[in-house]
């Protein structure tokens, strides 16, 4: 499936499974895509992302915000996740090396996306793609999640980037 | 409340926050491991004796942490 990514895609790929290793995690989600989707260039403009365009760092902020609201809703104290311990800082991360696996969900999402780029008669799989199929997944999803946290309407969002990508090919 | 009644209190109101919960806590558990046993090393602990303050073989705590 991978040969029919676009450039843009592998390197989403590529940086959400850094990201995925970055936050210790040990499996690639679709939060992680969502961070890499974040700081990836679309074809088209970003505010049509409305809530949801606030860039790599903001996506990290709100994967923080999820983590420290988990922590809260069991009746841990959510600042116990202290900046230091978050990011891998300064640890060496020996298991780095490990190879990581995508978790079912985002699995779900790169075949969707696939299914996207066929739906819309693309021949080739793009960062748009992966969008699309982002925006369709379970409210179960830690990606959904955010997208909560963001009070995302992504009924709208996804009209307005299905626009504008019909207008590009027109 | 004691800390089992406040764990037991947050039971079923949403399953992701709670798994996603375990995932954090593991996930700080592990860099706590990390840093205290490079710290262990470096004060010349073996690897026997990190793994019986950790609870665990003397081979777990070696793969785990690398050498």
Do not use: C, Y
Not at chain 2, 9 to 31: H, I, K, T
Not at chain 2, 40 to 61: E, F, H, K, N, P
């Amino acid at each position: 499936m991978f040969e029919r990514f676009t450039k843009e895609a592998r390197q989403v790929v590529t940086t959400a499974v850094a990201e995925a290793r970055a936050r210790g995690d040990s499996r690639i989600g679709n939060e992680h895509l969502l961070v890499a989707l974040a700081g990836t260039q679309l074809p088209f403009d970003r505010s049509l992302l409305g809530p949801l365009d606030v860039g790599a760092e903001g996506m990290r902020d709100q994967l923080d915000r999820m983590d420290s609201d988990s922590l809260a809703a069991v009746g841990f104290d959510p600042d116990l996740l202290h900046p230091s311990l978050r990011a891998a800082g300064g640890v060496d991360r020996s298991r780095a090396r490990r190879h990581l696996a995508f978790t079912h969900g985002a699995k779900g999402v790169l075949e969707r996306s696939l299914r996207e780029a066929v739906r819309r008669g693309d021949r080739h799989i793009g960062a748009e793609h992966m969008l699309l199929s982002l925006l369709a997944v379970p409210p179960e999803d830690p990606a959904a999640r955010v997208f909560a946290q963001l009070e995302a309407d992504l009924v709208t969002i996804r009209a307005d980037v299905e626009a504008a990508l019909a207008r590009r090919v027109a | 409340m004691d800390l089992n009644e406040t764990l037991v209190a947050a039971e079923g109101e949403d399953p992701a926050m709670g798994l996603r919960a375990v995932v954090v806590l593991r996930r700080l558990a592990d860099r706590l491991e990390e840093i205290h046993v490079a710290s262990a090393r470096r004060q010349g602990w073996t690897w026997q004796q990190i793994g019986d303050a950790l609870g665990v073989s003397r081979q777990a705590v070696h793969k785990k942490s690398g050498r």
